[in-house]
């Protein structure tokens, strides 16, 4: 399973994050399909454009509590200000998509900036 985690400015667009979104499945190597879900925190679960991306590519949005993104916060890359400030989290973006993916996942690709949006993407090791 390879999930997306999301994060963006308030009033960011759907085509914003859906930028963010390819940048990150390019880094990666990977095409947007293999993407299998979208997570983010309970920060932004009436966002807009996250919420309006999940439909457009029908694809699930999981939204995490502050206790998931905590446990997986000791597995994220990126240290961001404004993230420690917004969500006690280090990078939202990151922490979701490892909190998703399960205990044994792993980021492949770090928090991308995009447009007002971050991605990253954390692949599970229990469900490739």
């Known amino acids: 399973m390879i999930v997306a985690g999301l994060g963006c400015r308030k009033g960011t667009s759907a085509e914003a994050v ?3 979104l390819d940048a990150a499945c390019i880094e990666a190597g990977i095409s947007r399909e ?3 879900a ?3 925190g309970e920060i932004k679960r009436h966002e807009p454009g996250i919420v309006d991306l999940a439909t457009k590519l029908g694809l699930p ?3 995490l509590d502050e206790h998931a993104l905590k446990q997986a916060e000791t597995r994220t890359k990126t240290v961001s200000k404004h993230s420690l400030a917004q969500t006690a989290t280090p990078s939202l973006s990151e922490a979701a998509a490892l909190a998703l993916a399960g205990e044994t996942s792993e980021l492949i690709v770090p928090r991308l900036i995009a447009n007002g ?3 990253a993407l954390a692949r599970s090791k ?3």
């Open 18 to 20: 859906l930028t963010a």
């Open 38 to 40: 979208l997570a983010t």
């Open 126 to 128: 229990d469900n490739p």
């Open 34 to 36: 293999s993407v299998t």
């Open 61 to 63: 949005m999981h939204i």
């Open 117 to 119: 949006a971050t991605c």
